[in-house]
């Protein structure tokens, strides 16, 4: 029996009509849908392409426990497991992705675990970067800038190194981190150049100066952008 073929469809940021036509074709033809989903909650990417799926069609939600930290390894095999089996029956399966399967998304620990035994396509979703920029109307790099994005995650100092060497920055994951990122941007004197945005594309959208949020306020789907003139750019220390 041939093998069935496995889809990472980007479903992009949240706005359904963000969703490429690609994306959308795959979605509606595919006998298998996969998606990461909470333990005790809804998944996020299957409510971006709920209004296109048909009646029928098997759908798998891959359980992912929300906690700080990269999930176990064993979750991760888990799921491969689970999208194998499906294959190996010769059912194709769309994994949806929210953003861009290979920008920080889960589906690359999936990938990894895949690719060489299976038929792998990747289908390019709208990123949460290029989201939140086109939703505060933030120009990101021209010309010779170079674009640094940065995990709010890593420790103060790497933070503070990594932003004191960058001229466009975008630092994403906030949520919990958010008062870490304000004391460095304090100290760089760039607190008044970063723009927040949280639920880029979607009716919960909120853009505002980042010195006017509150550090309990960010869910961990928002982001920092911050761009300064190249003259002004610091060696880290």
Not at 10 to 20: H, S, Y
Not at 199 to 227: C, D, K, N
Request: proline share 8%.
């Amino acid at each position: 029996m041939e093998r069935g073929r496995l889809y990472g469809l980007g479903a992009g940021p949240g706005d359904p009509e963000l969703l490429t036509l690609k994306a959308l074709r795959l979605l509606q033809e595919v006998p298998v849908i996969a998606y990461p989903s909470p333990e005790h909650a809804d998944s996020f990417a299957r409510s971006i392409v709920a209004q296109w799926l048909k009646r029928g069609q098997r759908e798998i939600a891959l359980r992912f426990p929300m906690r700080p930290g990269p999930p176990p390894v064993e979750i991760y095999d888990r799921a491969a497991t689970a999208l194998a089996a499906e294959l190996d029956r010769g059912r194709d399966v769309a994994l949806l992705c929210q953003g861009d399967p290979l920008f920080y998304g889960s589906f690359i620990n999936l990938f990894t675990r895949l690719a060489g035994r299976y038929h792998i396509e990747i289908v390019p979703g709208v990123t949460s970067l290029t989201a939140c920029a086109a939703a505060a109307a933030a120009p990101l790099v021209m010309r010779d800038d170079v674009l640094s994005v940065i995990p709010a995650t890593l420790d103060e100092a790497q933070l503070y190194g990594r932003i004191a060497a960058a001229n466009s920055i975008a630092v994403i994951k906030l949520g919990r981190h958010i008062a870490k990122l304000r004391r460095v941007l304090d100290r760089l004197g760039l607190i008044d150049a970063a723009v927040y945005v949280e639920h880029a594309t979607l009716p919960t959208q909120r853009i505002a100066p980042l010195a006017a949020v509150e550090p309990e306020e960010a869910p961990y789907f928002s982001m920092a952008l911050i761009r300064r003139a190249p003259d002004l750019v610091t060696a880290g220390r």
